[in-house]
């Protein structure tokens, strides 16, 4: 087996507020390897966008990483100092975030950001640059690269900035791409051509992707395998399809019977009741306990740790019986 | 056959977003104009849902703030009941008009005035109808209202920050049903909200639709949720409607190209995977709209008459298309 | 009407609340904002409690010794520590007149940004609601009334106003002075509260209030009203500091407040004739009050800026 490109180890991150320290993130722990796309899913305040923003070292103060490792390549990159990380976001790691419109300096012309990011990472003159970036907007679809290349970003659409945000992430080949809600601002049917877009390219780079969404269609559609965030927790994590359509996890279960379906009616969706807790208020042990339906007593004891089931690892203590089992 | 209760006909809204004055003279520029919406024809049963999809300039949110008078129609009319809307509003019948229809919005956090207690936010409809005066019997209808959303009474002595934004719109639907109207246009009112939360809004609209016989106008940009709701679905493109039909026919069987090319993009979690028509092109600026068919640069069947000719709405097997294609039977 | 940071609502649970939130906090954690407040405090305290706290009554004619003019400061040599701070050339003390007059300095002050406020808010609130030409009318008298330097408008209206009321001047002096402030000030206001106006009118909740039946001229005092005045406190406190300032701008010019009520601006243009007979102390001292006091309600309203920013936390 290869080695893993990130590997995530017990990430911590806190944010001290005068009403106490709220810890965001709960000892994350997961692996990507090269070439491989892992989304990373979870409802509003579960903690995904922390854990990229960890990731790209771009967690905005006063949050802070309080324990645990980032290792991109086998090499620690959490506590590197500001001009190391530097250089490392951008030649290792690329960046799409949701919002093409400020993802964009708008004024400066599209192929001068472009040969920008290039010349700072690559060992390339100004013309060998500027004809990559033309070759990059041409790969992710641009029509007339030659000539949009001295464009404005106000003079792209929606769609079209996000694809040339997608060009400039990918401009230093970097191994590793963290996407945050790429598809978010943009209509449905620019997202599915920037979702194949997304999958495309960085097969053809062979750069992995971290994909972090909201949304399980899109994560249906791109991923090899998914993580489910729940509370700043990884609830479950492994192969899109078995975690979609054989969850583990009862949260798991009840994200999926919620989702309204393109192929079946029913009369009533699948409803959690109550909500995520917030920060300051995560019970004990397992922080999905208050809202599931098969809780039992070492549920709000212990937190459970992810546990091997079937093909996927959830963090539930329903599975420690059959995980004993499969030991024994 | 039901009386239809909300009818639209030809209903139309053009913008003026020409540049000042001055611009125009120094620099020569035309007059702009934005037909929002162009010419937009369908009607609603009572006790149904209809959903009207589309993406972003497509008009939706337009009709939607037509129906409920928060602008007025350059053409068309809309019928309320057998009345219409834009002149009762204007008149001295507009209260009453206003207390059998209200809307529901979008942003569960700019809906709320952040500086009113969640009390006064529901009780404003009351009130500004002249429906109930006494404190007691205020207090006690909106603590029934949030009973009925399922949020708790206590909640009323609290302020919309302290609320989640699942729970903001259960706030927004209680207030907007306080005067207990009979028809709700819901713009978007999901859109912003996490997919379990979702869950949750959704099936109490359900329940309060079937338990009060609610209208309801729906207007989405996400399919799998129009699925769930609706009982006929209206998709539109750039200010016309180019597909009316019922919820299964539209899903079994789309007509439109438009339509198809939308069922087929979403990325959905049961069925990844499946061959794909591959998607061509983007919305056009509505400034400038393509001629005829507006749909046609990115149409695979277009042809000569579909750039020239405007297509119009008509019935074919119970559904109603907007296509020259389909009405030449060449799909 | 609410026109208090916390919201409308019981009086009680507003306190707490204040208390509670992140401005009291951001208020004990800031030195400077402490001091600046004790400051200003203090100089408030002697101003409103002036005949208690004054060691002398300036103006009781019969208490002054001309035996006691132009003593300098107690510290000096012939000073008295009777006139801590010095006597002027009638024998006035120096501390008491500075209370006195800080007392007309501050009144003056804190009535025309009222009534600039007023006025400014009411406009601004139209023209950002009601939109189309009203808008670009009250923009327009906006532009005309900021293209004038604020001292010839007050210049201006306080001449019209004493040609208008030649005899009944010293009892109108006041009311002209603070309206001549007043229509200075007050085009800041509206150009803050037509942009948050704006703002807040394409918001989800006033389109809810419209959908109502509310009317507009409701909508704009109990939806938008409480909602847009955060930026205006700000305003108000900076814009004290610059009226009071403005006020002994037009008393040192001898058209402002009646000779008879000296303000700090009076007291300086008074001392300012002995500044070069080497008697400092009869203009210097008027002035480092009108300074600490003009200082002090600024660094509150920078504090309170951020404080209410919602980004800077």
Redesign the interface.
């Known amino acids: 087996m290869t080695a893993p490109l990130l590997q995530v180890r017990n990430l911590r991150v806190e944010f001290p507020t005068r009403r106490g320290t709220l810890l965001a993130l709960d000892n994350i722990s997961f692996d990507i390897a090269p070439g491989e796309i892992l989304g990373v899913v979870g409802e509003s305040g579960a903690g995904k966008s922390l854990t990229g923003a960890s990731i790209i070292g771009l967690l905005d103060p006063p949050g802070r990483i309080a324990g645990g490792e980032i290792l991109l390549e086998g090499r620690r990159i959490d506590n590197l100092p500001y001009e190391e990380m530097r250089k490392v976001r951008g030649r290792q790691i690329g960046a799409v975030f949701q919002d093409p419109l400020t993802s964009l300096n708008p004024l400066y012309t599209v192929g001068r950001q472009l040969v920008e990011t290039i010349t700072t990472h690559l060992p390339l003159t100004e013309s060998q640059a500027r004809a990559r970036a033309i070759d990059l907007l041409k790969q992710t679809g641009i029509p007339a690269a030659e000539q949009r290349i001295d464009q404005y970003p106000h003079q792209f659409s929606g769609g079209m900035r996000q694809r040339v945000v997608i060009a400039l992430a990918l401009a230093a080949e970097p191994k590793l791409i963290v996407a945050d809600e790429p598809t978010t601002a943009l209509d449905v049917s620019i997202q599915a051509q920037i979702i194949s877009l997304l999958k495309r390219v960085c097969k053809e780079q062979g750069a992995a992707v971290m994909l972090v969404t909201h949304d399980m269609g899109v994560i249906a559609e791109t991923c090899d395998r998914v993580a489910v965030m729940y509370a700043g927790r990884v609830a479950e994590i492994g192969p899109v399809h078995d975690v979609i359509h054989k969850p583990a996890h009862p949260y798991t279960v009840g994200l999926m019977g919620s989702i309204p379906a393109m192929d079946e009616d029913r009369e009533r969706l699948l409803q959690i009741d109550g909500a995520m807790p917030r920060l300051n208020a995560i019970p004990t042990g397992c922080a999905y306990n208050p809202r599931c339906p098969k809780v039992f007593e070492r549920c709000r004891a212990e937190r459970p740790e992810l546990m091997p089931v079937a093909a996927t690892r959830a963090a539930c203590w329903l599975h420690q019986a059959a995980h004993k089992e499969a030991a024994v | 056959m039901s009386h239809a209760l909300v009818e639209v006909q030809d209903l139309a809204k053009i913008f003026d977003v020409s540049p000042p004055w001055l611009n125009r003279v120094v620099e020569r520029k035309p007059k702009a104009f934005v037909h929002a919406v162009d010419g937009v024809s369908f009607s609603i049963e009572k006790g149904k849902t209809l959903a009207l999809v589309g993406e972003s300039g497509c008009g939706k949110s337009t009709v939607a703030r037509l129906l409920v008078g928060l602008y007025k129609p350059t053409q068309g009319q809309v019928r309320f009941d057998g009345t219409d809307t834009a002149q009762t509003l204007a008149g001295p019948g507009g209260q009453a008009l206003r207390r059998r229809m209200q809307m529901i919005f979008q942003d569960p956090y700019a809906s709320l005035n952040p500086r009113w207690k969640v009390q006064d936010i529901i009780a404003e409809p009351l009130l500004e109808h002249g429906l109930i005066s006494k404190p007691e019997a205020l207090k006690a209808r909106v603590a029934e209202l949030l009973r009925s959303v399922g949020l708790s009474p206590v909640d009323a002595e609290k302020f919309p920050h302290q609320f989640s934004g699942g729970q903001r719109q259960r706030i927004s639907i209680a207030r907007a049903l306080a005067t207990q109207p009979e028809f709700l246009v819901c713009d978007e009112p999901t859109s912003a909200l996490d997919v379990s939360v979702q869950a949750q809004v959704l099936n109490i609209m359900k329940d309060l639709q079937r338990q009060q016989g609610l209208t309801y106008l729906f207007i989405s940009h996400n399919l799998a949720v129009v699925r769930h709701v609706a009982d006929q679905v209206g998709v539109m493109y750039l200010g016309r409607l180019v597909e009316v039909a019922d919820k299964a026919q539209l899903f079994s069987a789309p007509r439109h190209p438009y339509t198809r090319m939308l069922l087929d993009a979403i990325p959905d979690i049961h069925m990844s995977g499946r061959a794909r028509t591959p998607v061509q092109g983007e919305v056009p600026n509505p400034l400038n709209p393509p001629s005829g068919c507006s749909f046609h640069p990115r149409c695979p069947h277009a042809n000569a008459r579909c750039k020239s000719e405007r297509p119009a709405l008509r019935e074919f097997q119970g559904v109603r298309v907007a296509c020259h294609a389909v009405e030449e039977a060449r799909i | 009407m609410?026109s208090s940071p916390a919201?409308?609502?019981a009086a009680p649970g507003a306190f707490k609340r204040f208390f509670d939130g992140d401005v009291w906090?951001s208020f004990r954690r800031s030195p400077t904002a402490i001091i600046a407040a004790v400051i200003a405090f203090i100089c408030v305290f002697c101003a409103v409690f002036a005949e208690f706290v004054a060691p002398h009554n300036p103006f009781d004619l019969a208490s002054l010794e001309l035996m006691d003019a132009r003593l300098p400061p107690a510290w000096m040599d012939e000073g008295q520590a009777k006139y801590l701070l010095g006597t002027d050339d009638q024998g006035r003390d120096i501390l008491s007149a500075l209370m006195y007059g800080a007392r007309i300095s501050l009144f003056v002050g804190l009535a025309s940004v009222l009534l600039s406020m007023i006025i400014g808010v009411g406009l601004g609130l139209l023209a950002g609601f009601v939109g189309g030409k009203v808008d670009a009318f009250i923009m327009r008298v906006c532009d005309v009334m900021l293209s004038f330097p604020s001292i010839l408008i007050a210049l201006l209206i306080d001449g019209v106003g004493r040609a208008m009321f030649p005899n009944a001047h010293d009892t109108l002096a006041f009311a002209v002075l603070i309206l001549a402030i007043a229509l200075t000030g007050w085009v800041q206001y509206a150009r803050t509260v037509r942009g948050s106006t704006m703002v807040e009118r394409n918001?989800?909740?006033v389109?809810?209030?419209?959908?109502?039946?509310?009317s507009p001229l409701r909508i704009m005092r109990k939806?938008v009203l409480?909602?847009v005045l955060g930026p205006v406190l700000v305003l108000a406190t900076i814009q004290v500091a610059a009226a009071i300032i403005t006020e002994a701008t037009l008393s040192f010019l001898g058209v402002g407040v009646p000779p008879t009520s000296p303000s700090l601006g009076t007291l300086i243009r008074v001392g300012n004739d002995f500044l070069f007979s080497g008697e400092w102390w009869i203009t210097i001292w008027p002035g480092v009050m009108l300074v600490l006091i003009a200082l002090s309600v600024n660094l509150l309203g920078d504090w309170l800026r951020d404080a209410l920013n919602p980004r800077l936390r």
Not at chain 3, 207 to 214: D, K, L, N, S, T
């Open positions: 609410s919201p409308a609502g906090y918001k989800e909740y389109q809810a209030a419209r959908v109502i039946g509310v939806h409480p909602n």
